[in-house]
């Protein structure tokens, strides 16, 4: 399965592969060399600690980079009245008749601890191109859903405080 990004994903992901590739590489090889000048490899934890670094950093280029090469591109805007990405959304759950607000972002982006749902969770899959005023069944799986009623749209362009997530 492809994940779903949006031009700007794919270009905050270009930009960190590029700082990781033209400044954290070169400083990652420097330490690897000044901490195997400091003697036995065997029992030099600092030698250890640089390596580690460097082989993390070298992870996350590939990973990056697999992932724009493997990624769907989708279109980020949506109608002015309706629900969209990078859209805050207010909802009124009705199981329990409690207020949530949600940013909908792509699934790299999904962050439920911080509100962040993202278009393929239950939630962003039943809001997506709904309007404030709709009532809208969220499906979590064949024996249970509930309904949440749209409230407010807030809608946000600028999805430039939003990071891709590190794994």
Same mark, same amino acid.
């Given at each position: 399965m492809y994940d779903k990004l949006t031009k700007s994903? &794919?270009?905050?992901?270009?930009?960190?592969? @590029?700082?990781?590739?033209?400044?954290?590489?070169?400083?990652?090889? @420097?330490?690897v060399k000044e901490t195997r000048a400091h003697g036995d490899l065997s029992e030099n934890f600092e030698y250890h600690a640089a390596k580690r @670094?460097? #082989?993390k950093n @070298?992870?996350?280029?590939?990973?990056?980079?697999r992932?724009?090469?493997?990624?769907? &591109?989708?279109?980020?805007?949506?109608?002015?009245d309706e629900v969209g990405m990078n859209n805050?959304?207010?909802?009124l759950i009705e199981e329990d008749n409690t207020v949530e607000t949600y940013r909908i972002v792509t699934t790299v982006r999904g962050d439920s601890l911080h509100n962040?749902?993202?278009?393929e969770s239950p939630v962003g899959k039943a809001l997506m191109g709904h309007k404030e005023g709709d009532r809208?069944?969220?499906?979590? #799986?064949?024996?249970?859903?509930?309904?949440m009623a749209i409230r407010k749209i807030?809608?946000?362009d600028d999805d430039s405080q939003d990071k891709i997530r590190s794994f």
């Open positions: 994903d &794919v270009q905050k992901m270009q930009e960190e592969i @590029e700082y990781r590739k033209v400044t954290l590489r070169k400083q990652l090889l @420097e330490d @670094e460097k #082989n @070298e992870s996350r280029i590939r990973y990056l980079e992932m724009i090469r493997t990624a769907e &591109v989708i279109d980020d805007s949506s109608q002015e805050t959304v207010e909802v962040l749902i993202s278009i809208v069944e969220v499906k979590v #799986n064949d024996n249970y859903s509930y309904f807030i809608k946000t």
